[in-house]
């Protein structure tokens, strides 16, 4: 027997505990920002993922209007920096509501390097880091998709695999952290290599499996 809830009678913060806590795990994306007076800020995003690969654009969405979401859209550039786990202390603590005028790299301890393409700073030790600029801002309810065109990446090659020509970073190498529910993280557990059988094959399979 279920527990049907219906979201009309429910609290927005009811709701909001129950969708981060239900869609998990959620990758981080580490969103370096530089504003317009030139404060650098960076700060973590669980609301993350690609929204196209042609061109590359990648999304994060901001709950509420955040200094990651007034950069971004003020000065048209953000860096999402991978979240390792070796970094879990730093991007927790990133997260703090600094004033906007604290850069969270300084309060926090976070080594900078310059990007290639764009204002904001990469974070030195995060192993990926995607220069973007931003591409559009949409509202949604409470909350705003930020999207990013990807020009430039920039890759650790200690966790990049290209034996077989192509640049392939290794999740066993990277050791993502994701965002669970409440004060949840997560980090990367066993990892299942299982491919995708094409039609083709599986009708070939299915018809050789019959004779």
């Known amino acids: 027997m279920r527990t049907e809830l219906d979201v009309a009678d429910l609290e927005a913060a009811v709701t ?3 969708l981060t806590a239900s869609v998990v795990p959620r990758p981080i994306a580490w969103v370096s920002t ?19 690969t042609s061109p590359p654009v990648v999304q994060f969405t901001s709950v509420g209007e955040k200094d990651s ?6 000065t048209g550039e953000f860096v999402v920096c991978f979240a390792p786990e070796a970094l879990t202390r730093h991007i927790n603590e990133s997260a703090t509501d600094f004033p906007s005028d604290q850069s969270e790299f300084d ?7 310059p990007s290639m393409t764009v204002a904001p700073s990469r974070v030195a030790d995060s192993p990926i880091a995607l220069e973007c600029v931003l591409e559009r801002a949409i509202e949604v309810g409470d909350s705003t998709i930020v999207l990013g065109r990807v020009q430039h990446i920039a890759l650790d090659p200690a966790v990049v695999d290209d034996s077989d020509g192509l640049p392939h970073p290794r999740i066993d190498l990277m050791r993502p952290m994701s965002r669970l529910g409440r004060n949840e993280w997560g980090s990367l ?6 491919p995708r059988e094409p039609y083709a094959d599986r009708l070939r399979r299915q018809s050789q499996q019959g004779q």
């Open 69 to 74: 979401l007034r950069n971004a859209v003020a």
């Open 107 to 113: 309060a926090v301890g976070i080594e900078r390097e």
């Open 16 to 18: 909001y505990r129950l």
């Open 34 to 52: 530089r504003s317009a007076d030139g404060v650098d800020n960076i700060a973590p995003h669980s609301f993350f993922t690609i929204a196209s």
């Open 189 to 194: 557990g066993e990892v299942h290599d299982i």
